[in-house]
């Protein structure tokens, strides 16, 4: 075909189409554009035309195309006028998977305070008691490991970092963030599973907690108290304050026990809270034992760190009393597809 | 570790007016935490939790001192009453004292004096009511004393039946017991020693005490006890410790022995005790005091700059100010040069370095009353390489979008679990103490916790669940290969499971990769990159479709973002051809090798199955130019004759 042929074939075609406004949209799209299409067979042909006319072509061919859009476009909107449509059909919802609500947590935990310049970052789950405890300023049968009813696993001791446990705490990752970095600033934020001897409705085997140490020069209680109260705002609300108060943690001199004030009865008291306040974990400045074991010198550096369940952080929030918290490790769909 | 107060109780140590609530209020931001006010009796009772290192607080006298310290900075008027117990009077006969033994390596201190008389009379109301107060049984007087003086000032005691000492010979040593010797305690129940425990030997080598954790049956207080030896000890807290865990014997003189209770506290614990055995009992006191104390603990002063403060708090508080509030604590305190030099008093063994001056200071300060900011120093830059947690959340995101479940399931799995998890059941961590039979082993496959899932949802016909979790390998001497996992269970068709992870794939810009089968396998691995790693694999079993995927594999392959690939100047003629293939023929190396057929078959993809008739869709490109019919029909022959030679199908229709 030559290229004056094949552009008469388009001019015809475009005056086809005019004569065919009439025709519905699916009966357009047949006859145009199906697979033996007018339009589809004629498109196919360029590709045969000497180079030179196939240019010549491409420019109407382009116009045809436009105005077989505009046509089937006409034809919807004419369609549309006399169509008789029931919107108080039910609709059809599409499959809606769920993210699974500690990952939803996690995810806004992470985003709160990587916008405070923390890193996340992540520690094995399975650890030596020197992580988990002994460079915790927790020597071997000292009182205070009785609060974590720690899980070991059958192993040999290590000679020098002693027996392989599953991590009570996320607080493992204190020195060994420091040996990852060798010096300050640190800023690491460490969100992990955790493990306990205990079972009840409000203790499962495992858990998750999230664990902030920040150790610089020129760190003081301060820092620790206006990170608490960013947290705190962003996650619950505006509006919600923190408090310390005194508490004792064999890694942190000082340690506080941490309280956020009640969103729902803005800290005046009410069912929920007792006294205005939810407990929801310890913080503390960090021990300078602690800083020495991870090879940062305390009278240079101080620094504060915190470990809170991430499941008591969560379900504080307004509506999210879950009153048994097992049901988070179910894989009870109905309970999943909640959230 | 929790203590019961009755306000009555501690009005007795302590000079202040104030209502319980405010109490509550500020000894809980300055002090110990007190979680609950309970009405019992007419009285308003404080449940307070005491920190572990603070065994000089775990008594009436310990929370009274506490709020003598703390209630002035809120502006309360309060004083710690002083001890008024008299001392301990002359002996109106003298009884023999037991010959004691002593050994200073496990024993701080011993205070022993007898008293005869002892009228069993029933605990008085007073007391019964405090002590039924606490939660605690009444007995008699006799027994009830001794737990009330426990609790008022903190220090264990112990009463001994003295016929019974003196019956067996009148000897204590203080010893280690030997492996395998037996005891029995004062409630009936029998113990072998494991050896090293702290006891307490007669003349005959029998043991008759497990001092600073409980009586034993042959020489404690019985019904028919007329004669007592008092007695308080102090025994090594380690030792305590030990013994009193090794046993599960947590008594509450236990747990105040292994926190380092304060010897000295022992002389007002006796004094008391025998002033309330004299009033209640009308006993009188028949030796003199044996009071063996070699080494009076004493702390070594600590010195405290004004720029320790200042560093902790970011504010700097008078030193003179700070010198009152230690001394409140009845801390020695000298100001000299900028500095504060603090000499702890006997029961605060945790006051050892200048930050637990701080700490004090700080808290009594008020928390409250600092700043709050955030840092203004340096972020941290350096980042560990190995993780990428936006990618977890992408891939979580994409599988949930989907219409697929999230799931958390835990990392400890049963016997029947590990074992269907490919590896041996010795080849498996095994906690050594597990909670429950369902919780043993540390998994290393994540499917048959998914599958689990699956079968615990019987109503959903067709269910995917997915995690990424952590399998636990064992190696040698190290810690366990921890590695973060995708897996996904599926009872949705294989052909759908496979191309929902080929699709992450895309998503995660992995363009690079292969999934290698044998014919009939119910098996594939997944290979990442030109070098093939292997990532992960695909199984097939009893309806159910199951991926499990290494996501540091993902993270070293995946990509930010694609590489942009300039849009087409030539067009691609896609076609569907059809082919009848015989039962049984696996269809993934046909199609691979019509994809290596021939560079201008671009894509070759399964578009429709029916019975043995299999429609693929085949799209020929060539960028150079545009293809012709007659350009294309040699290749469409080529691939007819390719199905047709490498698994006998044929084309359905004919070639033009």
């Known amino acids: 075909m030559t290229g004056t042929a094949y552009i008469q074939q388009i001019q015809q075609m475009l005056l086809a189409l005019g004569a065919d406004a009439g025709l519905s949209v699916p009966a357009l799209q047949q006859k145009y554009l199906g697979a033996n299409g007018a339009f589809t067979v004629l498109a196919k042909q360029i590709a045969e035309l000497d180079p030179n006319d196939r240019k010549a072509a491409g420019r109407p061919l382009n116009e045809l195309k436009n105005a077989l859009a505009a046509a089937i476009a006409a034809a919807g909107s004419a369609e549309s006028a006399n169509d008789w449509v029931d919107l108080s059909l039910p609709g059809k919802k599409p499959a809606v998977g769920h993210i699974h609500p500690i990952s939803q947590a996690m995810a806004e935990i992470t985003r709160i305070f990587t916008s405070i310049g923390f890193t996340r970052v992540r520690y094995p789950e399975v650890d030596w008691d020197w992580y988990v405890f002994e460079s915790l300023n927790m020597p071997p049968d000292h009182p205070a490991r009785d609060e974590w009813e720690t899980f070991f696993v059958d192993r040999a001791p290590d000679s020098k970092k002693g027996q392989m446990v599953l991590t009570t705490h996320t607080s493992n990752g204190q020195v060994r963030e420091m040996e990852r970095l060798g010096e300050p600033p640190i800023r690491m934020i460490n969100i992990a599973r955790c493990y306990r001897r205990q079972q009840d409705v409000t203790h499962t085997q495992m858990f998750h907690q999230f664990e902030g140490l920040v150790v610089d020069t020129g760190i003081t209680i301060q820092h620790l108290k206006g990170t608490l109260d960013y947290f705190a705002e962003q996650f619950y609300g505006p509006g919600t304050k923190s408090r310390i108060r005194p508490f004792h943690f064999q890694f942190t001199e000082p340690s506080f026990e941490v309280d956020f004030s009640c969103h729902l009865c803005n800290g005046t008291g009410c069912k929920f809270c007792k006294s205005g306040w939810h407990e929801v974990g310890g913080c503390g400045m960090v021990h300078p034992n602690v800083l020495r074991a991870g090879g940062i010198d305390p009278d240079v550096y101080t620094g504060f760190a915190f470990g809170w369940g991430v499941e008591r952080t969560y379900t504080l929030k307004e509506g999210l009393a879950i009153d048994d918290i097992r049901l988070l490790y179910s894989g009870d769909l109905q309970f999943l597809e909640q959230f | ?656």
């Open chain 2, 1 to 656: 570790m929790n203590i019961l107060i009755p306000h009555t109780w501690l009005l007795e140590h302590l000079s202040v007016e104030i209502e319980p609530k405010k109490l509550q209020e500020y000894l809980s931001l300055s002090g110990p935490s007190v979680e609950r006010i309970y009405e019992r009796a007419g009285d308003n009772v404080y449940d307070i939790e005491v920190t572990t290192n603070r065994a000089d607080a775990m008594s009436i006298r310990g929370i009274a001192r506490e709020a003598a310290a703390i209630l002035p900075q809120f502006g309360v008027e309060a004083k710690l009453k002083p001890l008024a117990n008299p001392e301990v009077p002359a002996p109106s006969e003298t009884l023999p004292l037991p010959t004691i033994t002593e050994n200073d390596q496990l024993n701080k201190r011993t205070l022993c004096v007898v008293l005869s008389n002892v009228n069993r009379a029933p605990t008085p109301d007073w007391m019964a009511d405090r002590l039924t107060a606490l939660e605690m049984n009444v007995h008699d007087a006799a027994i009830d004393i001794t737990n009330y003086i426990t609790h008022e000032l903190g220090h264990p005691c112990h009463a001994f039946d003295y016929d019974k000492l003196v019956a067996s010979g009148n000897q204590i040593t203080i010893t280690e017991a030997e492996a395998g010797e037996p005891f029995t305690l004062l409630d009936g129940v029998s113990y072998q020693a494991v050896g090293g425990e702290v006891v307490f030997k007669d003349g005959a080598g029998s043991i008759i005490d497990l001092p600073s954790i409980k009586g034993t049956a042959n020489s404690s207080v019985h019904a028919g006890t007329k004669r007592i030896m008092l007695l308080a000890e102090s025994i090594d807290a380690k030792k305590v410790r030990f013994a009193s865990m090794k046993h599960a014997i947590r008594t509450t003189a236990a747990q105040l022995m292994e926190k380092n209770a304060d010897p000295t506290l022992a002389i007002d614990v006796i004094r008391l005790g025998v002033q309330l055995y004299q009033k209640i009992c009308g006993a009188t006191v028949s030796s003199e005091l044996y009071d063996h104390f070699p080494h009076p603990n004493v702390h070594e002063a600590v010195t405290l700059s004004s720029t320790d403060l200042i560093r902790y708090l970011g504010v700097a508080i008078p030193l003179e100010e700070a010198k009152v509030m230690l001394e409140r604590l009845e801390c020695v305190v000298v100001v000299s040069n900028e500095s504060l030099i603090v000499t702890p008093p006997s029961f605060r063994p945790d006051l050892a370095i200048p930050a637990d001056i701080v700490e004090e200071v700080a808290r009594l300060y008020g928390y409250h009353k600092l700043p709050s900011r955030l840092m203004e120093s340096a972020i941290p830059t350096n980042r560990p390489t190995d993780t990428n947690f936006s990618l977890e959340e992408t891939i979580k995101e994409f599988l949930s979008t989907i219409g697929w479940q999230e799931v958390y399931t835990y990392s400890m799995v049963s016997e029947a679990e590990a074992a269907a998890s490919g590896f041996a059941l010795a080849e498996h961590l095994k906690l050594s103490n597990p909670l429950t039979d369902d919780k043993v082993y540390l998994r290393r496959s994540l499917i048959p916790s998914l599958s689990a899932v699956l079968t615990a949802n019987p109503m959903r016909q067709i269910l995917s669940v997915f995690e990424l979790a952590n399998v636990y390998h064992p190696t040698q001497n190290e810690l366990p290969q921890q590695t973060l996992t995708l897996g996904i269970v599926s009872s949705a068709e294989y052909r759908v499971v496979r191309g929902v992870l080929e699709a992450l794939l895309n998503k995660l810009h992995i363009s690079d990769y292969t999934i290698e089968t044998a014919a009939g396998s119910t098996e594939a691995i997944l290979l990442l990159g030109a070098d093939k790693v292997l990532a992960g694999s695909i199984s097939y079993a009893a309806g159910k479709t199951a991926v499990h995927i290494s996501v540091r594999a993902l993270v070293a392959h995946a990509q930010s973002h694609p590489t942009y690939k300039p849009q087409a100047s030539t067009a691609t003629i896609r076609e569907d051809l059809t082919f009848t293939l015989p039962k049984k023929t696996a269809v993934g190396p046909i199609m691979s090798e019509l994809k290596q057929l021939d560079p201008r078959v671009s894509s070759v993809e399964l578009s429709a199955v029916y019975n043995e008739n299999h429609t693929f869709t085949i799209d020929y490109h060539d960028p150079t130019e545009n293809l012709t019919s007659e350009q294309i029909a040699p290749l469409r022959k080529q691939l007819v004759a390719t199905v047709e030679k490498s698994s006998g199908g044929s084309l359905v229709g004919q070639l033009t």
